[in-house]
């Protein structure tokens, strides 16, 4: 069955760094998504992709953040200067367009950025 | 204000039986949504959704029934077993402009713990 995949699983970086998590969406996927869990709390939507720009983000999504499509098949997040707030899971998900069911999401495993 | 709220951090059940778990919400407008679950370092997996138009939608064990008077919706696994133990999370695509698009917004989760 296809699936998300993510890497690394488990980043660490120092505060001030840039970091960037990548994600390989599944092949027939137009649509990708970025989201973010902080421990201990809700599943957060960070920004949605489709024909290579953004077409939603959040109000955490900053100039901090940016999204990338380098080429068919990986769907990076770039954090420039990580912050101690950055760190937690990062989920990347994907879908079909068009309306639901079809855009039901599929999640990668995360990564777990941590920011000392 | 657009949330999905899920009121029970954790709910216990015995193999077997029934477990029954909680989501409300806030905006009537919503007119989709899903459930997922989440093992321990791995990311959500889609379950089961459900359309606002129906009150009902069953698959295998899991049905998810919707109470659109109440706001209500709510995920029955009959019957429980171990290996659905696990954090399962509703959620609801955000509406904007009275049409929902990809942007999820998730409950806090519910871990279930089923008992041999």
């Known amino acids: 069955e296809p699936e998300v995949t993510q890497t690394p699983s488990h980043q660490v970086t120092q505060m001030g760094q840039e970091v960037i998590l990548r994600c390989v969406p599944i092949s027939n996927h137009l649509y990708f998504y970025w989201y973010r869990q902080i421990l201990g709390q809700k599943v957060e939507f960070l920004v949605s992709f489709y024909n290579n720009e953004i077409s939603e983000k959040s109000e955490i999504f900053d100039d901090q953040f940016s999204v990338e499509r380098p080429d068919g098949s990986n769907f990076t997040l770039k954090i420039r200067s990580t912050k101690l707030e950055d760190s937690a899971m990062y989920f990347c998900a994907s879908s079909l367009p068009g309306a639901w069911p079809l855009r039901e999401q599929y999640f990668g495993p995360g990564t777990r950025l941590t920011v000392t | ?116």
């Open chain 2, 1 to 116: 204000d657009q949330q999905v709220k899920q009121n029970s951090p954790s709910l216990s059940v015995q193999e077997g039986r029934i477990s029954i778990l909680n989501c409300d919400y806030t905006n009537s407008m919503f007119d989709y949504f899903l459930w997922y679950k989440k093992y321990p370092a791995e990311g959500p997996t889609f379950l089961i959704s459900i359309s606002s138009i129906k009150d009902k939608n069953e698959d295998g064990r899991f049905t998810v029934f919707l109470n659109k008077s109440a706001k209500h919706l709510s995920l029955h696994i009959v019957p429980s077993q171990p290996g659905d133990s696990a954090v399962y999370f509703c959620a609801a695509p955000v509406l904007a402009g009275g049409t929902s698009y990809g942007k999820l917004t998730f409950g806090q989760g519910t871990i279930l713990t089923v008992h041999p």
